[in-house]
T-cell receptor, first 111, second 110 residues
Framework: EADIYQTPRYLVIGTGKKITLECSQT?????MYWYQQDPGMELHLIHY???????EKGDLSSESTVSRIRTEHFPLTLESARPSHTSQYLC??????????FGSGTRLTVV | DAKTTQPNSMESNEEEPVHLPCNHSTISGTDYIHWYRQLPSQGPEYVIH???SNVNNRMASLAIAEDRKSSTLILHRATLRDAAVYYC???????????FGQGTRLTINP
């Protein structure tokens, strides 16, 4: 059973639209992460958070932004979607950096 | 961060053991060896981790070389559901993030 939830599972949206990808976890984990993965390619860390009101950029530059107002919630926002943003976005959480749990991902297609 | 080296792909047969190698020659004393796997169309899932001693759990076994410069993930009896990309990752004690490499794509033949 999943303790970390991502919605939507699939999203097809037009260029220029603002989108928010939701990620919630029920485990009380302090650390949360967003990864981006193109088909058949490796995962790249784009954002992470150590706790409430803490956000950091990851190893791969991304035009998306994140917020962490509540421990359990770590949404990712794209202000103006472009076809280059088409990818899979995976959310993860961990307790003190040990034992990471991943969501099932959101597969985003921008047309 | 210390790097790991894994074969790009491996193939095995159903119900046979599978040994997935990982080299990490620049490992430091506080680096834990973690294995994750990613099934098709899913997020990665934790498999096993260790520091120095061999480890066993219900999913797999982890054999760590005495000098810690390499390790092997062992699936004792592969099933078709074990077909996935397997990632060997070093996580330093106190590290804040998980960094993935390319992993090994494991194919299981019926």
């Amino acid at each position: 059973e999943a303790d970390i939830y991502q919605t939507p599972r699939y999203l097809v949206i037009g260029t220029g639209k603002k989108i928010t990808l939701e990620c919630s976890q029920t485990m009380g984990h302090d650390k949360m992460y967003w990864y981006q993965q193109d088909p058949g390619m490796e995962l790249h860390l784009i954002h992470y958070s150590y706790g409430v009101n803490s956000t950091e950029k990851g190893d791969l530059s991304s035009e998306s932004t994140v917020s962490r107002i509540r421990t359990e919630h770590f949404p990712l926002t794209l202000e103006s979607a472009r076809p280059s943003h088409t990818s899979q976005y995976l959310c993860a959480s961990s307790l003190a950096g040990v034992g990471y749990t991943f969501g099932s991902g959101t597969r985003l297609t921008v047309v | 961060d210390a790097k790991t080296t894994q074969p790009n792909s491996m193939e095995s047969n159903e119900e046979e053991p599978v040994h997935l190698p990982c080299n990490h020659s620049t490992i430091s004393g506080t680096d834990y060896i973690h294995w994750y796997r990613q099934l098709p169309s899913q997020g990665p899932e934790y498999v096993i981790h260790g520091l120095t001693s061999n480890v066993n759990n219900r999913m797999a076994s982890l054999a760590i070389a005495e000098d810690r410069k390499s390790s092997t993930l062992i699936l004792h009896r592969a099933t078709l559901r074990d077909a996935a990309v397997y990632y060997c990752i070093l996580i330093r004690q106190g590290a804040q993030k998980l960094v993935f490499g390319q992993g090994t794509r494991l194919t299981i033949n019926p």
